[in-house]
């Protein structure tokens, strides 16, 4: 097994680590950086539990090994919150959109990116969007209102920046 | 499949840093998209959504959303798992794969003697679609070979296309899909092209259903005509996802589907 | 005085801000120094006898340091462990395997990578001797069987009746109308979306075992552990179980597995702490499974009135009985199967048996089998309405036991506490507008198209439960609430339960809340550590609000009753002239004479009565009087594709009564969650096996757990019908709707294909299952 000199920017810092060529970029995350808030819920890609924002689009960090990820940005749900909750924690919280809590950063990863793609999606939109992450709590029905909800914070957000610009 | 250690490479190769291998652009008559493009940029490019809806349409079903952020075009094309949704897609097109390497030798190992006798210039090939899906799993690419893009003819005024597929969820294999390619010449169709998915050891071009399709007008006897020929043209095998005579059907049922679906494209009736 | 927010208040929930930053501790989370990984070599073959297990030296994985077998169990008397029912489990098989994916060896390495290196090597290096299979409970019913358990005489676990037989079958013979049906609900798997697993820390110098775990009833298995552990001198101060985040549970989180034993064992062997956690497919594969009932019912009626239900059923329970039961209770709370029907007799019979498959069974998201009871009760009520010739909506209205009636004692012996069945039924029916849907389908059937409308009016049997009849292994299945209240006003209540999501530390903080006057958001809240919390039987069979609920409030009380007589010291008043308002006692007549709980708080440690004992605390161990039985009525729309037999749920309007709603929004989460685990059996979640065993099921690829485009739009209603015995009247609502909604599914589906001649369907209802009954009545179309 080879091992890599790799340099990863999670959250907005630059992480160099020495790594075995076969680990996954979710045990990089949670266990050579203690990030844990990236979770694994199986192993064939399909729950989304393991979500996160690679170059700003969501993967599932199981099936990324770490060293594909050299040079890569990485956002992990510890870098949502800016000293205050995201748009996105707020609604989730607010709508309940979580229950355990397992799924959670990862539909919020993947809501995400699903917003800045679409300020302002219809609810068929949110639900084709995050139909790679599977939660068992919910019944998705809060989750679905929270990104919309979160979205609407956001576009009126970016409406008052531009007021003021 | 490497983490079922049912595959055990002894070497990955990280293609990320060759030039080339991805992006999706129309040229000379035909749209080139690279082995390493992402199946999200199909889903989400106005250009195939507009000119080429039947890959558009499949790039949507394929996987879920987030798998389709990573996951490339080129590698559900090259795995050629029957379950793949884009191969019974290039049938139906006619696409050119093209290949970059050494088709002849085995795959160069990065330790052993192969790499340093490796001839300087590696050898260029297209395949067309119909001679590279060999049988599950294996394509006509060999071991020395890379994938490195896909053409597809561009269609042609009055084309249209459309991939049917019946998941039982988000993220499922089909329980059958149907890939059609059609247009409109002299108010009759031609050219069809009509291709399976999952219903076969390989994704199976359904020649005689692109016959009863071809010369007609497009009307619904026609249409019940292909998707009968179609059925006929399947092979599967009962699972989990149905039996042989419920796989049929659903052949049958997706083919007239994807067919009026194709035809109101082809005439500008649909988007 | 603040707004206190206490009962019916949608609070944002106090556990939220540490999940939405990523800082839930889960079982994975925890690493302590150290470490050691455990992973698991699993059977290939279902029914095979171990004919080698290599050394850990043949294995030649670098980081391996040990391979544990049932050989090297035994030697500690740990290779069996009782299960709940009274049966036998194996930990690791000394000689003989019984199901595909069962535990063959563990081995313990330094890393997660290394450890699953060896379980490769060791897996390629075991050897079997394959025997035949029983997979078909019927089939291992018959004389000549293939036995799967040597230790026992036959494929025959335990034959359970309940009710008057002779009663039920008079009934039935002098009925007019008698519907008889065979229904199988399926294996299926509450598949939270986090696995088990655990860390065992054992420390030799004190002789002390702290094991964080995947658990819903930390207490109880601390109990187990110091029970089977005995003989090794492990005793139970010396055993602490912490249950940290759960993400989710549902019935999956409460036996003691396999891996949980071995992990522990292979701390004690290497003397440093151990983790196990068990990746998805061993988690489908190995878990306890739910459901598996084989049920065959005949309900009759006579001049137009429900009389009586016959209900035969086959429990498929693997090769092991490891149900998840009170104790008493063999098949559960299957004995609710007469529903919300005024029967004059009813008789149930069911037979555990036997196969080479994994143990089990638990709940998915139910109070003990009355998924199985209401699927029964609501299928055969339908089929009876169709062949009475009544819409199933009539029907039930006139045989629904009247609200008058209650408390009401049912032909099978419960005593339902509340209910009105009526009300429900038609605010669902205005909800969905029924009639006016009834009219579409008829323009819709004369053109072809098919639709259906299917209603379930469930009750539900929850919080178990009175300390007479309900017990597991001998411990009283009471719950219980501690609360602390601190000098400045602020509190710590602690309890007997565990949350997996349910968000218990904001309702129980509500409770108190509305008990005490102190806000929610000065109420610590804190479940799952042994250590700490006051004993109680854990989350599971919506068991939380009807029992630590209870507890919280009663606990409360008796605060309050102490606040008084400090409230009389201060006001220097008599506690008879005092009166309570929320947060605050005061001098009757004179509202300005007063003092805030916070007060009185703060005089409990400082200036408290001479002769009374300082501090402001109480704990209640609550034995609930009776059980709560939460109703409600659910009516289903589904449209049906002729082409492809796929059924799609238009729309679905579900009326849930639980009693007073503690946090509403909580309560709707509930019941959103619970209708997609409701739906997902109906129509896609199954876990089946071959005629030799094989699984299939195994993983997320095979085991069809929904996503946000598969589920519908959930569509609530409520009434409240308080429970008359719970301190704040409310009944438990976390698995209402999962048992309530697959029969308004199913019966959806076959009221849209009634008139083809279509009389049932099994679950889960797949399109291949929809197109062969429309192919065989020749109304399949191919457009």
């Not at chain 2, 490195?148 to 059958?176: C, F, H, M, Q």
């Not at chain 3, 989370?29 to 698991?40: K, W």
């Not at chain 3, 997609?676 to 109906?682: D, H």
């Amino acid at each position: 097994m080879s091992a890599h000199h790799v340099t990863i920017t999670v959250n907005g810092e630059p992480m160099e680590r020495e790594i075995e060529s076969r680990l996954l970029l979710v045990h990089f995350l949670r266990e050579e950086l203690g990030l844990t808030g990236t979770h694994i819920g199986c192993d064939t890609t399909s729950c989304g539990a393991c979500t996160v924002l690679l170059n700003g689009k969501p993967a599932k960090s199981c099936t990324v090994l770490a060293v594909a990820a050299d040079g890569a940005e990485v956002t992990t749900v510890e870098g949502l919150a800016n000293g205050e909750l995201h748009p996105i924690q707020q609604a989730f919280m607010e709508c309940h959109g979580l229950q355990c809590g397992f799924c959670t950063p990862g539909m919020m990863l993947t809501s995400k990116a699903l917003i800045e793609e679409n300020p302002d999606p219809t609810e068929a939109e949110v639900r084709w969007g995050i139909s790679g992450n599977l939660c068992r709590c919910t019944g998705y029905v809060n989750i679905v209102e929270a990104v919309r909800q979160a979205a609407a914070a956001i576009r009126s957000e970016a409406g008052e920046e531009a007021d003021h610009a | 499949m490497m983490r079922f250690r049912v595959a055990q490479p002894p070497a990955l190769v990280d293609l990320r840093r060759v030039p080339g291998l991805s992006g999706l652009r129309e040229e000379n008559g035909h749209l080139w998209v690279g082995a390493m493009t992402r199946q999200a940029e199909i889903e989400k490019s106005g250009l195939t959504r507009r000119r080429y809806p039947l890959l558009s349409d499949a790039a949507r079903v394929i996987a879920d959303p987030v798998v389709r952020n990573l996951a490339t075009v080129g590698g559900n094309v090259a795995h050629a798992d029957p379950g793949n949704d884009l191969p019974a897609v290039m049938l139906a097109y006619g696409a050119t794969m093209c290949a970059v390497g050494y088709p002849d030798r085995p795959a160069p190992s990065l330790s052993g003697e192969g790499s340093r006798s490796l001839p300087l210039a590696p050898e260029k090939r297209e395949i067309e679609a119909d001679d590279f899906f060999t049988g599950p799993f294996e394509t006509a690419l060999g071991e020395g070979e890379i994938l490195t893009g896909i053409r597809i003819p561009s269609p042609s005024a009055g084309s249209g296309g459309a991939y049917a597929k019946l998941e039982r969820k988000v993220g499922d294999y089909a329980v059958a899909a149907v890939a059609i390619q059609l247009r409109f010449h002299g108010g009759v169709i031609a050219d069809a092209g009509v291709a399976l998915t999952n219903v076969g050891l390989t994704a199976i071009r359904a020649e005689a259903a692109e016959g009863a399709l071809n010369g007609s007008d497009g009307g619904d006897e026609a249409l019940d005509r292909a998707a009968a020929a179609a059925a006929a043209a399947a092979e599967p095998m009962a699972d989990a996802r149905g039996s042989e005579a419920y796989k049929r059907a659903v052949v049958r049922t997706l083919t007239f589907r994807a067919a009026s679906k194709a035809i109101a494209r082809a005439r500008g009736e649909a988007a | 005085m603040p707004e206190c927010r206490g009962l019916g208040h949608s609070v944002l929930r106090k556990e939220d801000p540490r999940f939405l930053r990523g800082q839930g501790r889960y079982i994975d989370d925890i690493t302590l120094p150290g470490m050691l990984y455990l992973d698991i070599a699993r059977s290939p073959y279902a029914h095979a006898k171990i004919t080698r297990i290599p050394e850990v030296g043949e294995l030649g994985v670098p980081g391996v340091a040990a391979v544990i077998t049932g050989k090297v169990l035994d030697q500690y008397k740990l290779a069996w462990m009782p299960t709940l029912m009274s049966d036998q489990q194996m930990v690791l098989p000394i000689d003989t395997v019984k199901y595909q994916q069962q535990e063959v060896a563990a081995v313990v390495a330094t890393s997660r990578y290394a450890a699953a290196d060896g379980v490769a090597a060791l897996e390629g290096l075991i050897e079997y001797d394959p025997l035949p299979v029983v997979v078909d409970p019927h089939e291992a019913l018959r004389p000549g069987a293939t036995k799967v358990r040597d230790d026992k005489e036959s494929n025959h676990i335990f034959h359970w009746e309940h009710g008057d037989r002779d009663a039920t079958e008079k009934a039935l013979a002098d009925a007019d109308v008698v519907v008889e049906q065979a229904m199988h609900l399926p294996r299926i798997h509450v598949a939270s979306i986090e696995t088990c697993g655990c860390v065992a820390s054992w420390n030799p110098v004190e002789g002390h075992l702290t094991l964080y775990l995947t658990t819903q009833a930390p207490h109880a298995i601390r109990t187990v552990v110091a029970l089977v552990t005995a003989h090794l001198g492990l005793a139970e101060h010396k055993i602490r179980v912490i249950s940290p985040d759960i993400g989710g549970g549902f019935g999956g989180k409460v036996p003691v597995y396999p891996g949980y034993v071995i992990a522990t064992a292979a701390s004690v062997v290497t003397g440093k702490p151990v983790k196990w956690i068990e990746d998805r497919s061993e988690n489908l594969a190995a878990d306890s499974f739910a459901r598996d009932y084989h049920m065959r019912a005949r309900l009759g009626a006579k001049d137009g009135k429900v009389t009586a239900l016959k209900l035969d059923t086959v429990a498929d329970h693997g090769y092991s009985d490891a149900a998840a039961n009170p104790s008493k209770f063999p098949a559960g709370l299957f004995h609710v199967a007469t529903g919300s029907y005024d029967l004059e007799a009813a008789h149930v019979e069911v037979d555990g048996v036997y196969t080479n498959k994994p143990p089990g069974g638990i709940a998915y998201r139910c109070s003990f089998r009355v998924t199985e009871a209401v699927h029964a009760i609501e299928r055969m009520v339908d089929l009876l309405a169709r062949e009475s010739g009544e819409d199933p909506a009539d029907f039930r209205l006139r045989n629904f036991i009247p609200k008058d009636r209650f408390p009401y004692r049912s032909a099978l012996g419960w005593e339902y506490d509340s209910g009105d069945y009526e009300a429900a039924l038609t605010k669902a029916m205005d909800m969905i507008g029924y009639r006016d849907l009834r009219a579409e389908q008829a323009e819709k059937r004369a053109r072809g198209e098919f639709m259906g409308l299917g209603i379930s009016s469930f009750t539900e049997i929850v919080g178990a439960g009175p300390s007479k009849t309900f017990d597991i292994l001998g411990i009283k299945m009471f719950d219980s609430a501690e609360i602390r209240i601190h000098p400045t006003g602020k509190a710590i209540a602690r309890f007997g339960t565990k949350s997996q999501g349910q968000g218990h530390e904001t309702t129980y903080a509500q409770i108190i809340a509305e008990e005490l006057g102190i806000p929610p958001e000065d109420i610590a809240v804190e479940e799952g550590d042994t250590d700490t919390a006051p004993y109680g039987l854990g989350t599971y069979a919506s068991r939380s609000t009807p029992t630590a609920g209870a507890a919280a409030s009663i606990a409360s009380r008796k605060i309050r009753e102490k606040a008084k007589k400090i409230a009389a010291h201060l006001l220097e008043a008599d506690e008879a002239d005092l009166e309570w308002e929320q947060g605050r006692f005061f001098v009757k007549g004179s509202p300005d004479r007063g003092k805030t709980i916070q007060d009185i708080a703060f005089a409990a440690y400082t200036n408290h009565p001479q002769g009374m004992e300082a501090g402001l605390e109480a704990i209640s161990y609550y034995d609930p009087p009776n059980l709560t039985f939460p109703f409600g009525s659910y009516i289903c729309c589904v449209d049906i594709d002729r082409g492809t037999g796929e059924v799609s749920i238009r729309r679905f309007v579900a009326v849930d009564d639980c009693g007073v709603r503690i946090n509403p929004m909580i309560v709707e989460g509930q019941i959103h969650g619970g209708l997609t685990m409701g739906m997902a059996p109906a129509l896609m979640e199954e876990i089946s096996y071959d005629a030799d065993g094989n699984i299939h099921g195994g993983n997320f690829t095979e085991y069809l757990v929904p996503t946000a485009m598969e589920t519908p739009k959930w569509e609530l209603g409520e009434t409240v019908t308080p429970s008359p015995h719970h301190p704040i009247g409310a009944k438990g609502v976390g698995e209402s709707a999962t048992v309530g909604a697959p029969a308004a599914i199913v019966n959806a589906v076959v009221d849209a294909l009634w008139h083809l001649g279509v009389r049932h369907v099994e679950i889960p209802i797949t399109p291949q299952r929809v197109w062969s009954l429309l192919d065989e009545r020749g109304a399949a179309l191919y457009r």
